[in-house]
């Protein structure tokens, strides 16, 4: 079945360490998109990637970094410089162009500090 | 900027209809989205609509538009406890590749 797959399902990081969560999708979407989601606040989105080896930042992108070197992939590594980074991440992927493309998402990843 | 905003609870008695209500800023909004996420899980499209429509409606859900208004619903009939859950209203702008999303509305179901 095509999807999205968001690995591992919880993560924990120490005090100045990175830690990259893994987004893959078979799709073959173009765009594809990180989201944080905290208690109360919905989804604000970290970064997106329209295309391979292109990416943009989004609302909160500081603390956090992204890499599309493939179609299918688009990692985000929370950095030691994000200091508040437990949260939900939920990652998406979508068609583009301006017809009807909703974000398809995975089951995301829940980040705790140690 | 662009911005949603919902509710962020509700609360229905099983077997009745529920309405989440949503406001947008954007009037050049081309597409509106209702999202479903269970708990620990990601979000879900339950429905969508097209700006130019005023109602759509799916088997148990409703949405309606008003453009005028800015204001987006989504009524679900004979609500049961597995529609326990936190509905997202997004709206895809002007920019085509971002969808802003609401903060969400955490419909929960009493007997």
């Known amino acids: 079945d095509g999807g999205i797959t968001q690995s591992p399902k919880y993560l924990f990081r120490k005090e100045g360490q990175n830690v990259t969560l893994s987004c893959e999708q078979n799709?073959?979407?173009?765009?594809m998109y990180w989201y944080r989601q905290d208690p109360g606040q919905g989804l604000r989105l970290i970064y997106y990637?329209?295309?391979?080896?292109?990416?943009q930042k989004g609302d909160i992108a500081e603390g956090y970094s992204v890499s599309r070197e493939k179609k299918e992939s688009f990692p985000l590594t929370v950095t030691s410089a994000q200091k508040n980074p437990t949260a939900f991440y939920l990652c998406?992927?979508?068609?583009?162009?301006?017809?009807?493309?909703?974000?398809?998402f995975g089951d995301g990843t829940r980040l705790s500090i140690l | 900027g662009e911005d949603v905003e919902q509710s962020l609870f509700l609360s229905v008695r099983e077997g009745d209809s529920s309405v989440i209500n949503c406001t947008y800023t954007d009037s050049s909004s081309t597409y509106l989205y209702w999202y479903k996420q269970e708990p620990g899980a990601g979000l879900q499209l339950l429905t969508y609509i097209f700006s130019n429509m005023d109602m759509k409606q799916d088997q148990r859900l409703t949405v309606l538009l008003n453009k005028k208004d800015k204001h987006l619903s989504l009524r679900i009939a004979d609500t049961q406890t597995g529609d326990s859950a936190i509905y997202f209203c997004a709206e895809r702008g002007s920019s085509a590749s971002k969808i802003i999303f609401g903060s969400g509305t955490r419909l929960s179901i009493r007997p």
């Open positions: 998406a992927s979508s068609d583009t162009g301006s017809g009807h493309q909703p974000q398809h």
């Open positions: 990637s329209q295309i391979v080896n292109d990416f």
């Open positions: 799709l073959n979407h173009d765009a």
